[in-house]
């Protein structure tokens, strides 16, 4: 089994990487934007480079190439690399500066409280936080009018 180091669309340190396992059915080079599980997560990241043997014993699988061929040539990926360690950022914030338009997306959450079904309990302690101050401010708003 080969495995991918992975620069991450999250914060990380200059130069970190994750590593994650490369399913059969993609062929993966440096370079593609990928998507992959991240925590609880699903992200974008950019594969730096191919390894044989991963950081970590379990990894989790690359879950689809976002674009069929490598957005990031070789001579980029050095500029990558010079950006991250010059500037102090994370290797995809460094990378997603070389993508081209419109590349790099991110997920938008929207959360709405008309017809939600939803049990406070089975939400996480931030997420029942959040739902109880707009359901609040909600009362607020119509109190007030």
């Not at 991918?4 to 993609?26: C, H, K, M, Q, W």
């Not at 699988?61 to 957005?71: A, F, G």
């Amino acid at each position: 089994m080969h495995y991918a180091e992975v620069a991450v669309d999250a914060p990380s340190a200059p130069g970190r990487t994750f590593s994650y396992s490369i399913p059969n059915n993609l062929e993966i080079q440096a370079g593609h934007l990928i998507e992959i599980p991240f925590g609880r997560r699903t992200l974008q990241g950019i594969v730096i480079n191919l390894t044989p043997l991963p950081q970590f014993p379990e990894t989790k699988p690359i879950t689809r190439l976002i674009y069929q061929i490598p957005i990031v040539d070789p001579d980029r990926m050095k500029l990558i690399h010079w950006i991250s360690h010059y500037y102090i950022c994370s290797l995809f914030e460094a990378g997603k500066l070389t993508f081209p338009t419109g590349a790099h997306t991110r997920q938008k959450v929207v959360i709405t409280l008309n017809g939600a079904n939803y049990t406070i309990a089975d939400l996480s302690m931030p997420q029942q936080k959040l739902m109880l101050t707009l359901e609040a401010e909600k009362e607020r708003e119509l109190n007030w009018l």
